[in-house]
């Protein structure tokens, strides 16, 4: 009889154990990789592998933000932006000191760089600050992607006369592989933003 009762008390105890739920936290799917985040707005993108090598790093400070994405995405710009402005202007410096046909362009495309340098400044601080200055937030959007545009051009012009131009290969060759992934870069911010903030 006693045997009996054992038997049946380990069974209740079973039975009640299997029916208790699993309190294990689970995160919510949205921030089980912000990495795929990352991945999915590059791929919105014209040039997705580039967008997503220099922003996955980041995933963990932009999580799910869109305003996070392209305010990451302006400071890697900016950054590209800076590089190139220093590599046209070590090129000039070279040119200059052998008098160079090519001096009054790498002039001019120095000086499309360091508008580029200023326009996406005033982008990335207008985005720091969406909502002050007296105006609305999709103001001060517009006018961030207006800034953009503008390094856009500004780098399309450098490599335009550059071709056009008389410039030795090499020369061209090294001003038109920084600026070319500078516009890239431009681009995919761009992008960024038309498709993820909708301006």
Do not use: F
Not at 61 to 72: E, Q, V
Not at 132 to 152: D, F, P, Q
Not at 172 to 198: D, H, I, P, Q, R
């Amino acid at each position: 009889m006693l045997r009996l009762v054992i038997l049946s008390l380990t069974l209740i105890a079973l039975i009640n154990s299997s029916n208790i739920p699993c309190t294990t936290a689970t995160p919510p799917a949205k921030y089980q990789n912000y990495k795929t985040y990352v991945k999915t707005a590059c791929n919105s993108t014209t040039y997705p592998t580039m967008c997503y090598s220099s922003l996955s790093s980041y995933s963990s400070t932009i999580k799910s933000d869109p305003i996070k994405l392209c305010i990451t995405s302006l400071n890697i710009n900016l950054k590209s932006a800076k590089k190139a402005s220093s590599v046209v202007s070590s090129l000039l410096k070279k040119a200059k000191s052998t008098s160079s046909p090519e001096v009054p362009i790498l002039k001019d495309c120095l000086e499309e760089m360091k508008d580029t340098v200023d326009e996406l400044k005033q982008a990335t601080a207008e985005m720091k600050n969406l909502s002050g200055g007296g105006i609305s937030k999709e103001e001060h959007l517009r006018n961030v992607k207006t800034w953009v545009s503008s390094a856009l051009t500004d780098e399309s012009t450098c490599t335009d006369e550059l071709e056009e131009g008389e410039v030795n290969a090499d020369t061209k060759k090294k001003v038109k592989k920084t600026v070319s992934e500078l516009s890239w870069t431009t681009s995919n911010t761009l992008a960024l933003m038309t498709n993820y903030l909708g301006y």
